[in-house]
C-alpha cells in the first residue's frame, strides 16, 4: 500500500448512471490531483486541490465533478459519461511544490 | 506548454541485459525531472533529478539529468524479469503546480 487509497478498484457503469470514485490519504499531504491514464498515452491531469482548493481544472468536461471535503480526501463524480471516459484514473497527493507524487492504484473505469 | 518524449515507446530484452530508456522535455522554467515505475496500478517513485550531470543511484538503477541538451537517461543494468514494467518520465516547472508525463516506455524482460 502506498498511503493514498482509491476505491472502487474497478468499476463498469452505463452510460446513464452516476457514480463517484473516492481517495484518501493520510499522509499529511497538503495537493492532491486527478489524473487519467489511457492506453499508450501520457496521463493526463484532470484537477488539483492545495490545502482543499481546487488551483487547477485542466478544461475537463463537466461530466466530471471534483470535490474536496478535507485535504486527506478527494472525490471524483461521474455522470453521464461516454465511452471513451474508459480509462484508469489514478489519484495522487503530495507534500507541496517541488516534491514527488504518491499514487493511489487507481480506479479501472469501464463505461458501456 | 511543457511537453515530455519519452522513448523507446516499448523494448524487450532478455535477462542480464542493460538497458537504458530516454526522456527529453521542453519545458518553460525546469525545477525537476522525476522518474517512476508502473507495474500493475500505481506509479512508485524512482528517482528525482535537479541537477546536470550527478547520477542518482539505486541498486541496479541509475539516472541522470542534462539540463542543456533537455534530457534524461535512466539505466538498468542486469536486468530480471521483476524490471518489467512502464517506466514514466515526468517535469515539473516553477511556474505550475502539477507534474507533466509523458506516454512511458513499456519495458519487458525475458527469462
Known amino acids: 500500500e502506498t498511503g493514498v487509497t482509491q476505491t472502487p478498484r474497478h468499476l463498469v457503469m452505463g452510460m446513464t448512471n452516476k457514480k463517484s470514485l473516492k481517495c484518501e490519504q493520510h499522509l499529511g499531504h497538503n495537493a492532491m490531483y486527478w489524473y487519467k491514464q489511457s492506453a499508450k498515452k501520457p496521463l493526463e491531469l484532470m484537477f488539483v486541490?492545495?490545502?482543499?482548493?481546487?488551483?487547477e481544472n485542466n478544461s475537463v468536461p463537466s461530466r466530471f465533478s471534483p470535490e474536496c471535503p478535507n485535504s486527506s480526501h478527494l472525490f471524483l463524480h461521474l455522470h453521464t459519461l461516454q465511452p471513451e471516459d474508459s480509462a484508469l484514473y489514478l489519484c495522487a497527493s503530495r507534500t507541496g511544490v517541488g516534491y514527488g507524487y504518491t499514487f493511489g492504484s487507481g480506479t479501472r473505469l469501464t463505461v458501456v | 506548454e511543457d511537453k515530455v518524449v519519452q522513448s523507446p515507446l516499448s523494448l524487450v530484452v532478455h535477462e542480464g541485459d542493460t538497458v537504458t530508456l530516454n526522456c527529453s522535455y521542453e519545458?518553460?522554467?525546469?525545477?525537476?525531472l522525476l522518474w517512476y515505475k508502473q507495474e500493475k496500478k500505481a506509479p512508485t517513485f524512482l528517482f528525482m533529478l535537479t541537477s546536470s550531470g550527478i547520477e542518482k543511484k539505486s541498486g541496479r538503477l541509475s539516472s541522470i539529468l542534462d539540463k542543456k541538451e533537455l534530457f534524461s537517461i535512466l539505466n538498468i543494468t542486469a536486468t530480471q524479469t521483476g524490471d518489467s514494467a512502464v517506466y514514466l518520465c515526468a517535469v515539473e516547472d516553477y511556474g505550475g503546480n502539477k507534474l507533466v508525463f509523458g506516454a512511458g516506455t513499456i519495458l519487458r524482460v525475458k527469462s
Open positions: 486541490y492545495n490545502f482543499k482548493e481546487q488551483t
Open positions: 519545458v518553460t522554467n525546469f525545477r525537476s
